[in-house]
């Protein structure tokens, strides 16, 4: 491996992580990374004080382009848009890179409520770690321009966000209340798993059968989850509790074929499920089922 490929893998982790966590599916996010990489096969790397800031910068701008055109094409998109899971963290690294809070789905779909320019300049400022003056120049903008993007991005997320973050052993615990329920059906059950203005939104992507709007209301999600139970106990449909992007999922198969993947934000007392989010889309599916099949999970019969 030349000096300058090996000096690209170097950062690559730190590329994908921001490239994903703009776009939100990784196969975007490889496809910037493979632009970055021919912007900088063609660099003369030997020539740069600073490796690591022109990467950022030129992985920056290219997400941020993409982004723009994202943003047009998902005004377009049938139903509600979630994000995609990385095929699987212990296989990629890159998922590895300042993990936490930033990589999980529900976070993912949080900064869906920023624009292109305001996701750009808090992901390098509040998870990446680099200082107003570093992700300005990266923005190409001004100091004082990158501290209110900043700002106005970290306002619109804290609206959205609850006001402590709820342990992962508390939200495994109720997701598997839900997944033993749907085992079980029945509607009041159901209906007590959620607070009343409960959310509930899946993504078929126009493919396959998925709610085109959001829902809300513990009864209206209570009906719906006993018609999902109902029938899928019908076909055979089997649960597998599986980490998706650092945070616990729930995987439903109908034979070898994945057909769902769901994640739940739930109160701060950890006792109701306050929003699930289920992806159906097959294509987004398709990697993450490749990839699951035979490792183990917890399934729930």
């Known amino acids: 491996m030349d000096s300058q490929t090996a000096l690209f893998q170097q950062h690559r982790p730190r590329l994908f992580g921001l490239a994903y966590r703009m776009l939100g599916t990784p196969a975007d996010a490889e496809d910037v990374l ?20 022109w990467l950022v910068t030129v992985t920056t ?19 509600p848009w979630l994000p995609e899971p990385l095929i699987a963290e212990s296989e990629q690294p890159e998922a590895q890179v300042e993990q936490a809070e930033s990589l999980t789905l529900t976070f993912l779909l949080l ?14 400022r509040e998870v990446f770690d680099y200082s ?26 804290r609206e959205g966000r609850p006001s402590q973050p709820v342990d992962a052993r508390t939200q495994r615990r109720l997701l598997e209340r839900f997944a033993h329920a749907l ?65 616990p999922a729930l995987l439903s198969w109908h034979g070898d074929t994945l057909i769902s993947a769901s994640w739940i934000d739930i109160d701060t007392d950890g006792e109701h499920i306050t929003a699930i989010h289920t992806l159906r889309h ?15 999970g917890t399934s729930l019969h």
């Open 61 to 79: 701008r290219l997400a941020l382009d993409r982004l723009r055109r994202a943003k047009t094409e998902r005004a377009h998109y049938p139903g």
């Open 183 to 247: 085992q079980q059906p029945d509607r009041e059950t159901l209906r007590a798993l959620f607070t009343e203005d409960a959310l509930h939104v899946s993504d078929g992507g126009g493919v396959v059968t998925a709610s085109l709007h959001p829902l809300h209301g513990a009864e209206r999600l209570a009906r719906l989850y006993l018609q999902v139970a109902l029938e899928q106990s019908r076909q055979g449909v089997r649960h597998q509790l599986h980490q998706l992007n650092g945070a």
């Open 111 to 124: 900064l869906e409520r920023l624009n292109a320019e305001e996701r750009a300049a808090f992901l390098l």
């Open 34 to 53: 493979h632009d970055a990489w021919l912007r900088w096969h063609a660099q003369d790397s030997a020539a740069l004080d600073d490796a690591e800031a």
């Open 132 to 157: 107003h003056a570093e992700a300005a120049a990266m923005l190409g903008i001004g100091e004082d321009a990158c501290r209110q993007r900043v700002h106005r991005a970290k306002a619109k997320l």
């Open 282 to 296: 097959p294509d987004k599916l398709a990697r993450l089922s490749a990839v699951t099949k035979a490792k183990a």
